[in-house]
Each structure stands twice: as C-alpha cells, then as structure tokens.
C-alpha cells in the first residue's frame, strides 16, 4: 500500500511511517526523551524533504506532549510561573528560528544546514552521554553523587529583576530563563526537537531548579514552544504535512507504552549508553550522508 | 517492375496526404483526470478516419504537455569535507509535465527536424537547454532530464500509443500523485514513411479531489490557518491517545 502525502509530495508506505513512528516512540518511552532529535533525521533518510520532516516534527511533538503534561499539571509539578517566562522567550526564539531556517530555504541550502545542524548537536550530546554513562558504569554503583547545593551561581545572582519563583523555590532574575527559553525555542524551529535534551540539564544544572518540576516544565514549555513552531512553519513554509504527523503518532503512542516498560528493565546507566550510542549512529550516518559523494551531482528544484 | 510498385506506392502517399482526407482526432477534446494518492493511468482516445489502408502502415506520435514552470538546478560541488549545492542555472518555462508516447521509437517514425520542431520526445524539450553552446549539450540539461524521469514527471513510452481495432488508438500515460494540477494540452502527430500527414490537438484539464487535494489547497492557500488547524488536530489526537493508553 502507498500513500501519497499532500505537502511532502512524495509517495510512502504508511506501514513504514507507523512503524517508524512506533520505533522512535519506543524508544523515547524507554529512555524517557522526547525522540524528536531521533524523528526527524530518521524521516531524512526515508526521503521525506528535511524542510518538511522539521515541520511536520514539530506538529507531532505537541501531540506527543499532550498527554504527559496534563498528567503533570494534575500532579502540580509544572512549574508555570518560571514557565511563563521559557515560553516567552522560546516563542521569540521560534520566530527568530523560522526567519533563519527561511533564510537557508531561499538561497537553498537548507537540507544541508539541518544535516549540519544536527550533526553537530547529535554529535556533542552523544558524546556526552555516552562519557557520562561509561564513567557511572565503571565506577562503584554504590557510590554516591555529590549532593546538588541549592544555590544559584553567583553569575545568575547579579542580575536584574529578581523574582521568587513559588513552585521551585528559587528567587532569580527572569533573564535566565528567558534566554534558555528563547535557545531552545530557535532549536525548535529549525530541528524541529522540543529541547528537552538541553532544556532538562539546563534547568536542573543551570537553573538550579528542583528535580520534580524540571520534567514538567519542560514539557509545558514544549508543547508550547513546537505548537508556535508548527503555526510558523506552516504560515512561512509550508511544510508541515499533517498526514505524516498522524501517522507518524499512531505508531509513536504504542511504541512510548511498550518502550516504557522494556525500560524498567534496564539500569538508568545501561540506558544512558544505549540511547548515547543510538544518537552516534544516527549522526555518523547525517555526517556520511553530507560527506560521502553523493549519488546525483545535481539538485533540482522547482522555484515557484 | 519492383522499382515501380515503390514508385506507384508513393505516389498513392502523396495523393491520399494532399487529399487531406485523412485526419487524426481524439475522441474527448477536453477529459478530467482524478489522481489521488496514488496517482493515475491516463488513457485518451483517438482516430484515424478517411482510410480504407491497414493501420499498421500510421505512425502516431502523442505529446501531453502539463503546466510549466522555472526550476533550479544545482551543482553539488565538494567544500572541505561535505558536499554542498552550489549556485543554481535555472531553467525557465520548462514544463512540470511531460509524457511522449509513441506506436515505435520516435527516431523510427519522425525526421529530426520535426522532433526538434515538435518537441517530440524528453530529449527534444525546447526549454531545457541550458548554456547550449550549439553542439555541447551542457550536462545540467542532462541532470535535470534525469531527476525529472526519476519522479516520472517526464517519460517517453514506447508503445504508449497502440491501434486497438482498425483505425482507433490509444494514448496510455501514467500521471504520478505528484502530477501537477492544471491545463494540459495534448497534442497528436500521424505519420506514415516519415513523413507527418496530419495532427491534432486536445485540451485535458487536470483536477486532484480527495483529502490530500484538501490539505494541499488549505496548506498553500490559507497557511495561517491550515497550521493553527494542524495544531489543534495534534493537540486532540494527542490527548485521545493518552485516554486510550491511560485506561488499558
């Protein structure tokens, strides 16, 4: 079976994109991510025009968020008060992102600007990942972390507007949050990830907030951030396919709830190398794809 | 003797063509084509009437000319360690659509001249000829023809035209689902030893209906709304499916 798709213009087999869906699903239930930095470099190499797998990643974020921030929304661990501000300054982002991402579309160097995008970001944080999980795994498995102090750094003390932040109990100046927001709201545009990979370090590590919001708000700032991503998107580009998005969710809901459990299963270190090495493969392959020569010497493209 | 009934053959050629009585018409001059998903096989009609000769001496040549358009072709050329596009030649009102069909080869059936005249043929596509230098056909030429026949918005068929019973013929083309949509002009050519005895044109309008045609519309014509849409749509379909996982 085939189906044709309206706005990426090219013919996929649904069972393809379901189960593409449900394996990027799967593994976002596993390890607890968001699985958009996995999605869209995946639907590059079905074939799916980068511009278009952006887009449409965005729109499938949202949906996927939805459930997991009304569950934290009733449990009262989103913090909305330091939300608000993330979601501002990631709405700006989102807009500066598009304008950036449009830039690259005009003079058409787009796909490569994703690719290098996301070589570079997969790149960095596999790294990371992958040292930080083979350190925990080698070290004394009881041995204990060092306790977080619960200070801001003295950088974050100096600023202006200081404010008291209730749910995360922390009295710091907006700004903080506002520019990460506004960081990964621009990432959002032209990745189409929600950011959780950085935006959940960077509250905890950086922000200083406490652990049983951080989870929460990410995913509030989130769901908004890729929903004015998506607007945007379709307004400047059109290149958000609804289809793909449905589709691509049907498969993705039922991957979270079998990678949810398969993940119980496994040591929180064990997991951590896992998903870091996935990550490598993935940018290995963006990386050969752009250095490799490639298959036609010529791109072409319609102009109107 | 031999020499002869050649001579009287041809003869009978010119007469019958300067007759003007045999003509090529197609039996719709205006059809609607519904692609949808998956595309469409386009079939058209035609017939040779004022003949009494077998149909195996015609040969017919058919042209289905879509909409046209500019495209830019890129060179990818090698910076540093990753290959990028480089800057693009464009190539201007070449057609989104392209299909020839044919009863043979069309070098078996039309003189040169007339392939380049009628554009008969991919390769014969007066648009595409970019940098043309006279005799070096510029190898973007070549790249675009080819990315064009990969999505099947260009194709030559062999074969695509065939008699079916004495005089009335087919026209076969396969509209991919990424056909463009609108005016298509159709244009027929008879032959017969090389030489092209009549022709005809027809109209085909191209319409795509269904879903995908509805996204498409609403996505390019009402953008703003299409995406608010999209996000709304993500938002149900998101928190139905958590319904879904939360109870089981």
Same mark, same amino acid.
């Given at each position: 079976m085939q189906i044709y798709l309206p706005i990426a213009e090219i013919t996929v087999d649904p069972f393809v994109i379901v189960f593409l869906g449900a394996a990027v699903g799967f593994l976002s239930g596993m390890f607890g991510v968001?699985?958009?930095?996995?999605?869209?470099?995946?639907?590059?190499?079905?074939?799916?025009?980068?511009? =278009?797998?952006?887009g449409t990643e965005a729109s499938q974020i949202v949906?996927?968020?939805?459930?997991g921030v009304l569950a934290h929304l009733r449990r009262k661990t989103v913090d909305l008060h330091i939300g608000g501000f993330l979601v501002a300054g990631g709405g700006a982002g989102a807009v500066v992102g598009i304008f950036i991402f449009r830039y690259f579309r005009e003079i058409g160097q787009i796909e490569v600007f994703i690719s290098i995008a996301y070589v570079v970001f997969l790149g960095a944080i596999g790294l990371l990942m992958l040292m930080e999980s083979l350190r925990a795994l080698l070290r004394?498995?009881?041995?204990?972390?060092? #306790?977080?102090?619960?200070?801001?750094?003295?950088?974050?003390a100096v600023m202006p507007f200081a404010t008291r932040f209730r749910r995360s109990g922390l009295y710091i100046s907006p700004i903080p949050p506002?520019?990460?927001?506004f960081l990964v709201g621009m990432l959002a545009s032209i990745m189409g990830v929600g950011g959780g990979f950085i935006m959940v370090p960077a509250m905890l590590y950086i922000l200083n907030m406490p652990t049983n919001v951080v989870v929460g708000t990410s995913l509030f700032q989130i769901i908004f951030v890729t929903a004015i991503a998506? =607007?945007?998107?379709?307004?400047?580009?059109?290149?958000?396919?609804?289809?793909l998005a449905l589709m691509l969710l049907t498969g993705g809901v039922i991957g979270a709830q079998i990678g949810a459990r398969a993940g119980r299963r496994l040591k929180g270190e064990q997991l951590r190398a896992l998903l870091a090495l996935i990550v490598l493969a993935v940018c290995a392959r963006l990386f050969f794809d752009l250095a490799l020569p490639p298959d036609a010497l010529f791109v072409v493209e319609p102009t109107s | 003797m031999r020499r002869f009934a050649i001579m009287l053959a041809a003869l009978l050629c010119v007469g019958t063509a300067r007759g003007a009585d045999i003509a090529v018409a197609l039996t719709d001059d205006r059809v609607e084509v519904d692609a949808d998903f998956s595309g469409a096989d386009l079939t058209l009609f035609g017939a040779v009437t004022g003949v009494e000769d077998d149909a195996d001496a015609f040969d017919i040549i058919a042209v289905i000319t879509g909409p046209s358009g500019d495209f830019n072709v890129r060179p990818l050329e090698q910076r540093g360690i990753i290959w990028l596009p480089g800057d693009p030649a464009i190539i201007k009102d070449a057609p989104r659509f392209y299909a020839s069909s044919a009863t043979r080869p069309i070098n078996d059936i039309a003189p040169l001249p007339d392939q380049a005249q009628f554009e008969l043929g991919v390769d014969n596509i007066a648009a595409v000829d970019l940098y043309a230098d006279g005799d070096a056909a510029h190898p973007f030429n070549a790249a675009f023809l080819d990315a064009q026949?990969?999505? @099947?918005?260009?194709?030559? #068929? =062999?074969?695509g035209v065939s008699f079916v019973k004495g005089a009335l013929f087919t026209i076969s083309a396969a509209l991919p689902a990424s056909t463009p949509v609108g005016d298509y002009a159709v244009a027929v050519y008879l032959y017969r030893d090389g030489v092209m005895i009549d022709s005809d044109t027809a109209e085909l309008r191209v319409n795509k209906v269904g879903l995908e045609r509805r996204i498409y519309d609403l996505a390019h014509q009402r953008?703003?709304?299409? @995406?608010?849409?999209?996000?709304? =749509?993500?938002?149900?379909?998101?928190?139905?499916?958590g319904l879904a996982f939360r109870k089981s």
């Open positions: 968001g699985g958009g930095f996995l999605m869209t470099p995946l639907l590059i190499f079905y074939g799916v025009p980068p511009a =278009v797998a952006v949906a996927s968020s939805v459930s004394e498995p009881t041995a204990k972390r060092t #306790r977080r102090k619960h200070r801001s750094a003295e950088w974050m506002i520019v990460l927001g998506t =607007v945007l998107h379709a307004a400047a580009n059109q290149t958000v396919d609804i289809l | 026949e990969t999505d @099947g918005h260009y194709q030559d #068929r =062999v074969g953008p703003v709304l299409y @995406g608010l849409l999209c996000v709304a =749509v993500s938002l149900l379909a998101g928190w139905i499916a």
